[in-house]
């Protein structure tokens, strides 16, 4: 079973950056793609980023710009970079290994 770990994440004001990290317990590079989601209240989860094992990285429109997915596969992590932050960013987001390995989920709050 893989574990997949997150980190960051929080409050920050408009127009603030955040960080946020997902450590799986085996390789990332075996695991193959790995991506962010988000999930505000009443809404259903949503695709932020993807990154494949090539490097190839993938945007939802609502974040191009603002927002950097990068991996490090000798730490088995996995980044999400997130600047110019507004409210409407705010969810808990989810971090997912291949297709099957999710995160535990962590708030992000973007105040006004």
């Known amino acids: 079973q893989v574990q997949v770990v997150q980190s960051g994440g929080g409050l920050v004001q408009a127009g603030g950056s955040l960080r946020l990290s997902c450590t799986a317990s085996r390789s990332i590079f075996a695991i193959g793609a790995m991506g962010w989601y988000r999930q505000a209240p009443g809404k259903q989860r949503e695709l932020v980023a993807t990154?494949?094992?090539?490097?190839?990285?993938n945007y939802a429109d609502s974040v191009k710009d603002r927002f950097t997915i990068s991996r490090d596969n000798a730490k088995n992590t996995v980044y999400l970079q997130m600047t110019s932050l507004k409210p409407e960013d705010t969810a808990v987001y989810y971090c997912l290994g291949g297709i099957r390995y999710w995160g535990q989920g962590t708030q992000v709050t973007v105040s006004s």
């Open positions: 990154i494949s094992s090539g490097d190839s990285t």
